[in-house]
Antibody, heavy 120, light 110 residues
């Protein structure tokens, strides 16, 4: 059973860079899946951030595209999120997740989420 | 910000049925399959429905999904207190080349 675990700083200063990593266990990141990041600001709904395939192909939310980079490290079986120039609006619970390459199957595996607060 | 619109809340008594609508456009729901997720704050979202109406293994048949044109619907029958959660629709937006979620609906069991 594939499991995902997010890790990274829980506090980031305004204008800084938010960096998170998602470790994949129980399966290979090189399988036929998209690996994605989703966030939920306090009191708000889910927001799709972006995704990566093991060959490095990415798709990003247009509203975040200028600040987001998602990368994959196949040797460590993990993928990462970097969000630049953060503000308080980027405070959220961040989830990493997996979607079969046939998008019709939905997002079937999720991490437990990690809370990131943007504050000085 | 969300391109998919859901009612903020629905409620019903235990044992009753609720339906949650998800309204989109030709570039998202109209062009792609819809999934539904159950989310309890502080926990990982859970896939309830994929391909508009299919249930993953372990999801009871009290949960059902349908799609028509640019809208989709989640139904929950035999409502239980454990069903109290936030529910989100999700799909791919072909024009945006991005995933999109609905605004979310809170289900309350009276």
């Amino acid at each position: 059973q594939v499991q995902l675990q997010e890790s990274g700083p829980g506090l980031v200063k305004p204008s800084g860079t938010l960096s998170l990593t998602c470790a994949v266990s129980g399966g290979s990141i090189s399988g036929t899946y998209w690996w994605s990041w989703v966030r939920q600001p306090p009191g708000k709904g889910l927001e799709w951030i972006g995704e990566i395939y093991h060959n490095g192909r990415t798709n990003y939310n247009p509203s975040l595209k200028s600040r987001v980079t998602i990368s994959v490290d196949k040797s460590q079986n993990q993928f990462s999120l970097k969000l630049n120039s953060v503000t308080a609006a980027d405070t959220a619970v961040y989830y990493c997740a997996r979607s079969p390459v046939l998008r019709s199957y939905g997002t079937d595996v999720w991490g437990q989420g990690t809370t990131v607060t943007v504050s000085s | 910000q969300s391109v998919l619109t859901q009612p903020p809340s629905v409620s019903a008594a235990p044992g009753q049925k609720v339906t949650i609508s998800c309204s989109g456009s030709s570039s998202n729901i109209g062009d792609n399959y819809v999934s539904w997720y159950q989310h309890l704050p502080g926990t990982a979202p859970k896939l309830l429905i994929h391909e508009n109406k299919k249930r993953p293994s372990g999801i009871p048949d009290r949960f059902s999904g349908s799609k028509s044109g640019t809208s989709a619907t989640l139904g929950i029958t035999g409502l239980q207190t454990g069903d109290e959660a936030d529910y989100y629709c999700g799909t791919w937006d072909t024009s945006l080349s991005a995933g999109v979620f609905g605004t979310g609906t809170k289900v309350t069991v009276l």
